[in-house]
């Protein structure tokens, strides 16, 4: 029997009483690992009243006893790294290897909640005036709602949940239903750790869902990782409910390549950032922009992604794995034709990859183009597949121009060997994320994730710093203790004294 997905709902792994039920396949064989419900909305509002009653205690749970909560959390995701990774593999496709490497990254935040209580301290000043003090506290917003992609399973909603409750939330989470079983993991390794019932929630469906979670009462504070489309509609619709909203949309990423870089370095790098994880990344490489001689690179680069193969999670030979699903493949194979119509010259195709024994998995090999102009689709829209495109230019300020001239801000890189060129780069390219030699320049959580323009709807952004401040509200006390029973006189104006 299929197993059937249950949804989180105060401390409890429930099944769903809903009629609309989702599969769950392998993308490498179509074979259907469960079922994953659409919550009813009588589900969704009893998941958001288990959290909001759950906030009422946990917001005055010491901040030391939060941190050990997540203490103890991150010890048992080490712990079962691999076990986590193995079945994230096995429900996106991912290759172990990249999967080791979600699960890790996603830890990584967990530890940066572990501080907690240095990140959310206050700030003081005394005699602000005569005798008086001002001080400022921050404090939790209450329900926090996190709906989260395919491609990071395990990543992104540790970007989301153990920030928000470590600083004294509840949260509501609505994985994507196309590989729900990583995030079940994740909480209940949460639950584990011994976090208290009712802290995370985990509903599960599609648009109507995520629309009821938007324009709930009970839920301040909106995060959301995903295309462009859907992140201005999460992002419009939070917004016009009052609500805080940091939506992560599309991305076009753009490596530069200088003519003094380490040509080797160069296609070891891009062919990784571009294809790895069959290029289902945001922050994906998938515009090379070849400045000057580099050009001359581009023969040796096309026999680098040629030499790359997908295949299965388990094969230690296998480059990447298969896309999410067929509709995925469908619409990447429809940009590569588009390509071709266009007049870009097709270096390398991968739009007849097969790979032994899994007649019906969502393979694409690696493609790689040349000839590209700013107006084809290929380089218009972001193609969310194993396709590099290449841009030649004759300048490092027209490569500039191109990148700044793209609505895109996610990540950009350069490689070169000039401290003279990477200091321009970096200065003037209107990129929130910027790598010198560093293919895809994801900072590590004491920082945060920083995409900008249309990469980004929101002010505060994920994770570190900024994290915090998005999933608190700033508290400011300004006090004066008198001394004595006289009084001087009423004050007037707004100036203390």
């Known amino acids: ?31 259907v690992i469960a079922e994953v419900p659409c919550a009813t909305p009588d589900e969704v509002n009893h998941a958001v009243a288990m959290a909001k009653a759950a906030f009422q205690t946990w917001k005055e749970v010491p901040v030391s006893d939060r941190a050990r909560v997540m203490l103890r959390y991150q010890a048992l995701l080490k712990e079962h790294h691999d076990e986590i990774a193995t079945l994230l593999s096995q429900e996106t496709g991912k290759t172990f290897e990249d999967a080791k490497g979600d ?20 700030e003081t000043v005394e005699n602000v005036a005569r005798k008086v003090d001002c001080y400022s506290y921050t404090q939790p917003l ?38 729900p079983l990583t995030p079940m993991r994740l909480a209940e390794l949460f639950q584990q750790a011994g976090a208290p019932a009712g802290l995370l929630q985990i509903v599960h469906g599609t648009k109507d869902v995520v629309d009821q979670l938007l324009v709930h009462p009970d839920t301040p504070a909106i ?23 940091q939506a992560f949309a599309g991305a076009k990423n753009h490596m530069v390549i200088m003519p003094d870089a380490q040509k080797s370095h160069v296609i070891n790098n891009l062919v990784g950032s571009s294809v790895g994880a069959a290029g289902q990344r ?10 000057g001689a580099s050009r001359e690179w581009i023969p040796e680069l096309t026999d680098a992604l040629a030499k790359v193969r997908p295949g299965v999670w388990n094969d230690p030979q296998a480059g990447y794995g298969p896309l ?6 469908q619409r990447v194979l429809r940009f590569i034709q588009e390509g071709k119509d266009a007049g870009a010259e097709c270096l390398l195709d991968g739009s007849d990859c097969k790979v032994d024994g899994y007649p019906e998995g969502n393979w694409i090999g690696p493609t790689f183009f040349k000839g590209v102009t700013t107006e084809m689709s290929i380089y218009t829209e972001e193609i969310f597949g194993p396709v590099l495109i290449a841009i030649e230019v004759d300048t490092l300020e027209q490569a500039i121009e191109l990148i700044n001239a793209n609505p895109y801000g996610n990540g950009t890189s350069i490689f070169t060997a000039s401290g003279a060129a990477a200091r321009k780069y970096q200065h003037e390219i ?19 994730f920083t995409g900008w323009r249309k990469s980004f709807y929101g002010d505060q952004h994920a994770y570190g710093k900024q994290a915090v401040r998005f999933y608190t509200e700033t508290k400011t006390v300004t006090a004066r203790w008198f001394e004595d029973d006289l009084a001087s006189g009423p004050n007037m104006t707004i100036q203390l004294k």
């Not at 699960?103 to 572990?114: D, F, L, N, Q």
Request: with cysteine; hydrophobic share 45%.
């Open 103 to 122: 699960v890790w990254r996603g830890i990584e935040v967990v530890e940066h909640a572990c501080h907690i209580a240095s990140l959310s301290m206050g």
């Open 142 to 179: 209450g329900v926090c709602v996190g709906i989260t992609p395919f491609n990071f399973p395990a990543m992104i909603p540790l970007w989301m949940f153990p920030m928000a409750i470590a600083c004294g939330n509840t949260f509501v989470l609505k994985p994507s239903e196309q590989d």
């Open 282 to 291: 945001c922050m994906a490489i998938s515009v090379a922009v070849f400045v």
């Open 1 to 31: 029997m299929t197993k059937k997905v249950p949804l989180l709902i105060n401390g409890e792994m429930v099944q769903s009483k809903t009629q609309h039920w989702i599969p769950v396949t392998n993308p490498a064989t179509q074979e």
């Open 223 to 245: 995060s959301f990782v995903g295309s462009v489309a859907v992140g201005e509609h999460i992002y419009k619709t939070g917004t016009d409910h009052m609500k805080r909203v």
């Open 430 to 448: 209107q990129v929130g994320q910027v790598g010198i030699n560093v293919p895809v320049p994801v900072p590590l959580p004491f920082f945060s």
């Open 324 to 329: 999410i699903n067929p509709q995925a493949k």
